[in-house]
């Protein structure tokens, strides 16, 4: 089993900034994608942005450069800081992983429980 923690949620104003961070635990050969999806309410979950273990990183037309992902595969862990904030960011942000456990087996997908962000206008 792989365990996703997360932290560094909370409210900020608009044009503020936020880090989030996200540490795997647990059965860990090797994690091939790590990234940060958000939902708002009625909304759809979405990618916000993605690092395959490669390093090569994606991001959501709407958050390309005020956020930028970065990992730790040392750590297995992946960050998210948000700069320029805006209230349309406010959202649930969930960690993903997809984490392989063994040599020679499939990747499983794992989330996190996720951490509110909220942005004041």
């Known amino acids: 089993q792989v365990q996703l923690v997360e932290s560094g949620g909370g409210l900020v104003q608009a044009g503020g900034s936020l880090r989030l961070s996200c540490a795997a635990s647990?059965?860990?050969?090797?994690?091939?994608?790590m990234g940060w999806y958000r939902q708002a309410p009625g909304k759809q979950r979405e990618l916000v942005a993605g690092?395959?273990?490669?390093?090569?990183?994606n991001y959501a037309d709407s958050v390309k450069g005020r956020f930028t992902i970065s990992r730790d595969n040392a750590k297995n862990a992946v960050y998210l800081q948000m700069n320029t904030l805006e209230p349309e960011d406010t959202a649930v942000y969930y960690c993903?992983?997809?984490?392989?456990?063994?040599?020679?087996?499939?990747?499983?997908?794992?989330w996190g429980q996720g951490t509110q962000v909220t942005v004041s206008s």
């Open positions: 690092v395959i273990n490669g390093g090569v990183t």
């Open positions: 993903y992983a997809r984490v392989v456990s063994g040599a020679g087996s499939r990747g499983y997908d794992y």
């Open positions: 647990g059965s860990i050969f090797r994690i091939n994608f």
